[in-house]
């Protein structure tokens, strides 16, 4: 089965059947913003250290250098809410505060289409929250709740995280009453991806800590009471294997959302396609040169993205892109990714006489941070 991208947003990796809170995925084969708010700006400033200026504790490790579950749930379970919507996709999450005068972390996918937000804290307040922004194609987003003396929850690196690394995971678990369900388990695995039906997640946290439906935007906290992700997905056709967006993935996205803003990302503009998912069929209808052998396929363009606009054409193969080599769809997103919006890029390609040409290309943009 022939799978492909639109460089920039979406690339086939994994099926979804079904999506719930948490989403539940059944896994195949796998194949710059300003603000006047100088609040939010502080609060902004503080995640780019890695500190909210949090009320949360460290959380002092046993003597066998274990988790210590009680200690954990006791520091950041005042940082955690419950979300419940009206007329939303979510119907029930779960979130955590990241400031303490009430900005909130949760899953876009939990307050989706949501006429009215509701949280409620963990001494059992209620308090309706708004809606600063959200990134669906991050599955992040940051609400407001009126107030001040939140607990706010102490952010930790994924970048120092290690597959056997224990866990806890704490949520609205199927929204079962009014204390959240608690979880341990360990890192399964690092740096997973995962295609969902509002797009690709990547730089998950695999962990066997129970994630249910209601989890969602919940966090996972290491064994020193630190946030290192946020609760998003679940698989569905599995037992033990649920996911978080690494911490150090979701910051930037939440400094963000926190002014209000939707972060941008290069986009190239086209629709491609790995050469070694062709078969014979399928390159003569493109018109791929007959000796090409390494390289991406432009199978689609967008009327009136950088790269029409640049002279490419269907059929042809990108095999460079400023420079770095491209042997598959990932490496083009990767590259298109960590590039700039509105600069000039030169593209490699193969044309379908098997000539090959450099062209120069002026990236534009799309709204969210892609997974």
Do not use: C, W
Not at 324 to 347: C, K, M, N
């Amino acid at each position: 089965m022939i799978t492909s991208a639109i460089v920039g947003a979406l690339i086939s990796g994994l099926l979804v059947l079904s999506l719930g809170d948490a989403q539940r995925i059944y896994v195949s084969e796998p194949n710059d913003s300003n603000s006047d708010s100088s609040e939010s700006t502080s609060i902004a400033e503080q995640l780019i250290i890695g500190n909210t200026g949090a009320t949360t504790p460290v959380v002092e490790m046993t003597q066998t250098k274990r988790l210590d579950i009680k200690a954990v749930l006791k520091a950041i379970a005042p940082s955690v809410v419950q979300v419940e919507t009206d007329g939303g996709f979510g119907g029930a999450g779960t979130g955590f505060f990241v400031s303490g005068d009430g900005h909130v972390v949760t899953n876009a996918h939990v307050v989706k289409d949501a006429q009215t937000i509701v949280i409620m804290t963990s001494n059992g307040d209620l308090h309706k929250a708004e809606l600063v922004q959200k990134d669906s194609t991050r599955d992040l987003a940051v609400l407001k709740v009126d107030g001040t003396g939140f607990a706010a929850a102490r952010l930790g690196s994924s970048a120092d995280v290690e597959v056997g690394d224990e866990v806890l995971a704490i949520g609205n678990a199927l929204g079962l009453g009014d204390t959240p369900t608690v979880t341990t388990g360990i890192v399964s695995a690092l740096d997973r991806s995962l295609q969902l039906m509002a797009g690709r997640l990547t730089q998950l946290i695999q962990t066997d800590a129970a994630i249910n439906p209601g989890n969602s935007g919940g966090p996972l906290v290491n064994a020193y009471g630190e946030v290192i992700g946020v609760n998003t997905a679940i698989a569905g056709d599995a037992e033990g294997i649920g996911f978080a967006i690494s911490i150090d993935h979701a910051r930037p996205v939440i400094m963000t959302l926190l002014t209000g803003e939707i972060p941008k990302r290069p986009l190239l503009g086209v629709n491609v396609i790995d050469l070694s998912n062709l078969d014979e069929t399928s390159r003569i209808q493109y018109g791929i040169f007959e000796g090409a052998e390494e390289g991406v396929v432009i199978a689609g363009l967008s009327e009136d993205g950088a790269a029409n606009a640049a002279g490419l054409k269907v059929g042809e193969l990108i095999t460079k892109f400023d420079g770095t080599r491209i042997r598959e769809v990932e490496d083009l997103v990767d590259a298109v990714r960590d590039s700039q919006i509105g600069g000039g890029v030169i593209v490699e390609v193969m044309s379908i006489d098997g000539e090959l040409r450099s062209v120069e290309v002026e990236l534009g943009f799309t709204e969210g941070a892609g997974g």
